[in-house]
């Protein structure tokens, strides 16, 4: 089973469940731009700009890295991943809001660059998942664990670490 990594299917699921990530984020996103209040928004756009306050590449990495790892686990982790995933969106929809951008425009701008890089990690972490939970269906679990798990693992920090360095970059201006 020390098949390659990187194959055809692997990179499709991949890219499928990026896709997945960015159609739902602009749905959450507009759901939450149409339902919700200027004190909501306003009160997300305060708690945000004191959270960029203090940030740097380690507090972006760990934060970023404690909310999607359980993603990992086979089945639950997809539903634990789900509702962050939902608080997301609807934090980017309410920061639309508040900021008086469309929806769309505010995905597009969260997504360039930062965004792309960290759900790229995000969609590595959720593929693994979801080939794990095939694995155990096939009996081969610790396999796929011992041959190429890990090197998913590897692939998402490395993409946690690179999203999270550009990202305190652009809000502090500074490594």
Same mark, same amino acid.
């Given at each position: 089973?020390?098949?390659?990594?990187?194959?055809?299917?692997?990179?499709?699921?991949?890219?499928?469940?990026?896709?997945?990530?960015?159609?739902?984020?602009?749905?959450?996103?507009?759901?939450?731009?149409?339902?919700?209040?200027?004190?909501?928004?306003?009160?997300?756009?305060?708690?945000?700009?004191?959270?960029?306050?203090?940030?740097?590449?380690? !507090?972006?990495? +760990?934060?970023?890295? &404690?909310?999607? *790892?359980?993603?990992?686990? @086979?089945? /639950?982790?997809?539903?634990?991943?789900?509702?962050?995933?939902?608080?997301?969106?609807?934090?980017?929809?309410?920061?639309?809001? !508040?900021?008086? +951008?469309?929806?769309? &425009?505010?995905? *597009?701008?969260?997504?360039? @660059?930062? /965004?792309?890089?960290?759900?790229?990690?995000?969609?590595?972490?959720?593929?693994?998942?979801?080939?794990?939970?095939?694995?155990?269906?096939?009996?081969?679990?610790?396999?796929?664990?011992?041959?190429?798990?890990?090197?998913?693992?590897?692939?998402?920090?490395?993409?946690?670490?690179?999203?999270?360095?550009?990202?305190?970059?652009?809000?502090?201006?500074?490594?």
């Amino acid at each position: 089973m020390c098949a390659r990594f990187l194959t055809k299917t692997y990179v499709l699921v991949v890219l499928a469940v990026f896709l997945v990530l960015v159609v739902t984020t602009y749905a959450l996103a507009q759901e939450a731009y149409s339902t919700t209040t200027p004190s909501a928004a306003n009160q997300t756009q305060t708690q945000i700009n004191n959270i960029r306050q203090t940030v740097t590449p380690l !507090s972006i990495f +760990v934060n970023n890295f &404690l909310v999607s *790892i359980l993603a990992i686990v @086979p089945i /639950g982790g997809l539903i634990f991943f789900g509702r962050v995933w939902i608080n997301t969106g609807q934090t980017i929809g309410q920061l639309a809001y !508040s900021y008086h +951008v469309s929806p769309l &425009l505010y995905v *597009i701008g969260v997504y360039i @660059p930062v /965004g792309t890089i960290e759900n790229m990690a995000y969609s590595v972490i959720l593929a693994e998942s979801l080939f794990l939970t095939y694995a155990m269906a096939k009996g081969t679990f610790f396999e796929r664990l011992k041959y190429q798990t890990w090197k998913s693992l590897i692939l998402y920090l490395v993409l946690l670490a690179i999203a999270a360095t550009v990202e305190s970059t652009l809000i502090t201006g500074h490594l």
